[in-house]
């Protein structure tokens, strides 16, 4: 077996950036099955399967070793697990999907500007309001790793998948770790980015799995294939 697998966004905000970056680089993937199809190939390069997936299914498969190489962005491949970092390779940013993934409180939280403020509020919170601090996230991997580092413990997180600057105003949570990109939906929710709150620089990455099974052969074909595009693999 010589041939490798190259996941792709198969929806979403990166899947036409993603496209493009590869035309640019003059690969054309294509979808013969058409939209509702999972499998497609690159022109010319009958050795590269291939598959369409969601960014978060890419970060998970190549962290597993189940795809060989993929597009996906680096907060999911951070938030998938705490060993993804260590089980990839970053071949080559790809300069869109930019996103910061931030802790912010409520604007009216006026004393609170930096981590170390939110530890004190922390630690106070619990006999002031008689519950712990809430943190609204879908990031609960990046969230936990990042407040150990800040000494901060004394946290609950509420599991949000969907409208997670809304959480402060309607009484679900008291702060949020979210991923923001021109800043408006936090500043229309009434929330402040902490100054030392960027937890993670994120962007679409072209990115390598370490755990897949690189035999020679495998490897002297992933080799090939992002020599064409420019880039090493990294690993
Ligand atoms: N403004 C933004 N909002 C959300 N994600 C963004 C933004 N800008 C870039 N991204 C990146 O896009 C990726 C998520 O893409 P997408 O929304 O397609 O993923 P998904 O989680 O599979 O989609 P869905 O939420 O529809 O299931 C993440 O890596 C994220 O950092
Ligand atoms: O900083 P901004 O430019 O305002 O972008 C950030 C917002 O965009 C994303 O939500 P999206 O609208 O894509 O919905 P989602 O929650 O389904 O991802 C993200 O979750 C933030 O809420």
């Known amino acids: 077996m010589t041939g490798i697998t190259l996941a792709v966004p198969s929806k979403g905000r990166l899947e036409e950036l993603t496209r493009d970056w590869f035309a640019a680089k003059g690969m054309t993937i294509t979808r013969p099955g ?22 978060s299914e890419i970060a998970r498969e190549l962290i597993r ?10 907060d999911l491949i951070h938030e998938t697990s705490e060993t993804g970092p260590a089980s990839v390779s970053i071949a080559s940013k790809l300069d869109f999907g930019k996103a910061d993934c931030v802790v912010a409180v409520p604007e009216s939280w006026i004393d609170v500007t930096h981590m170390h403020d939110l530890a004190d509020v922390a630690s106070d919170f619990r006999a002031r309001h ?7 996230t879908k ?38 770790v979210d991923i923001t990109t021109t800043g408006s939906t936090l500043a229309a929710n009434g929330l402040r980015v902490l ?3 960027v937890m993670l620089r994120s962007e679409a990455c072209l990115i390598v799995s370490r755990t897949a099974d690189w035999s020679p052969e495998r490897r002297a074909t992933l080799e090939q294939v992002l020599g064409d595009i420019g880039v090493s693999s990294g690993l």
Do not use: C
Not at 34 to 55: H, K, W
Not at 152 to 164: K, M, N, Q
């Open 34 to 55: 058409g939209a509702r199809s999972y499998l497609g190939a690159i022109e010319g390069m009958p050795d590269v399967t291939v598959r369409f997936f969601p960014a």
């Open 65 to 74: 070793g189940n795809i060989d190489v993929g597009v996906t962005g680096l």
């Open 139 to 176: 990031y609960i991997t990046i969230t936990r790793q990042h407040f150990a580092k800040a000494g901060i413990a004394e946290y609950r997180t509420v599991e949000s998948l969907g409208a997670t600057e809304a959480a402060p105003a309607s009484g679900v949570a008291d702060i949020v």
């Open 130 to 136: 008689g519950r712990w601090l809430r943190i609204a």
């Open 195 to 197: 100054e030392d709150g």
